[in-house]
């Protein structure tokens, strides 16, 4: 009977071992998957994207990224509306479905089951102000279901451009003089025309770098995003009429028979009436038979 007390004590801490166990199990399955999620939140952002306080620098910001989707359009849908709801435009999207096999099997005398493996994906590029590059990449993060790549390049052109406006200005006094030496010493001819292609050529040079400038200006201001997105080969099946072919509608031997019968009776007929076409023929010939035998055989 005293054994009785023991085991039951057993068995209370037994089970109460054991509840401890499933409970940090379940919590470090928990802590598992958050980190997971927040590995790939850490994964598509980055300090690259983020625009720093109080800086006189300029960066041209350019991002690729890859990653696996559950639906490449559902996903693609949300991702537009994520740009154009932080400002930006999408330039370019390519969604399309890859087939990968097809088969027909014949289930039946009139249906066919058509099995289609197809994968779809699509590449989107897309432009949004730099100060929202970090929060667009961030609001991705949901449609991920893995991560295949991801490349964010800031380049700094700060004195690209001061290297630009410099130029132009040089370029712009070199004009203010020409144009001001045409003025006022040009006098023949050929010298006005050689000072003329000068000042020509130093517009043409000062409107190049304004443009350059301004195409850097929009790169910083825009940053450029490639997005390649795909998801898990699908499997598509659905059942089809069985056309038939030419040889399904072929008569049975027995009309085929007597379709030959009436060929051959038509030729039959055919060569009757073309044999009494000939009478005349016939005619002439008898004659001329009847008259041989009588006067020429005499």
């Known amino acids: 009977m005293k054994k009785l007390p023991k085991l039951g004590l057993a068995l209370l801490l037994l089970g109460f071992a054991f509840a401890c166990k499933q409970a940090d199990y379940e919590a470090s399955e928990i802590d598992a998957k958050m980190e997971v999620a927040d590995t790939s939140a850490i994964a598509i952002s980055s300090n690259a994207a983020v625009e720093p306080k109080n800086s006189n ?30 400002g930006g435009f999408v330039t370019f999207t390519d969604l399309k479905s890859n087939i990968n096999q097809k088969s027909e099997t014949k289930i039946s005398q009139d249906s066919i089951l058509e099995t289609i493996q197809y994968t779809v994906d699509n590449t989107i590029t897309f432009r949004v102000p730099n100060t929202q590059l970090d ?25 690209q451009l ?11 006094n070199s004009q203010e003089r020409l144009e001001k030496g045409i003025d006022s010493k040009g006098k023949k001819l050929n010298d006005i025309t050689t000072a003329e292609d000068k000042a020509l050529d130093k517009a043409t040079e000062s409107d190049a770098t304004i ?34 072919s030419v040889n399904e509608y072929r008569p049975n031997i027995g009309l085929q028979i007597w379709d030959s019968l009436k060929t051959g009776w038509f030729i039959l007929e055919g060569i009757i009436a073309f044999v009494m076409q000939l009478w005349s023929v016939f005619l002439i010939a008898g004659i001329g038979f009847v008259l041989y035998r009588k006067f020429l055989k005499k």
């Open 135 to 159: 929060t667009v990449l961030k609001s991705m993060v949901k449609e991920i279901n893995f991560l295949d790549s991801r490349l964010i390049k800031a380049d700094d052109v700060s004195l």
């Open 211 to 244: 443009l350059n400038n301004l195409s850097l200006e929009d790169q910083v201001n825009f940053s450029t995003v490639t997005l390649y997105l795909y998801q898990r080969e699908t499997t598509k099946q659905e059942v089809i009429a069985n056309e038939k």
């Open 162 to 172: 001061l290297s630009n406006k410099l130029a132009q200005k040089r370029i712009k």
């Open 57 to 86: 620098r300029k960066f041209v910001r350019t991002a690729d990224i890859k990653f696996k989707v559950k639906d490449v359009a559902k996903s693609t849908y949300a991702i537009e509306n994520s740009i154009a709801k932080h």
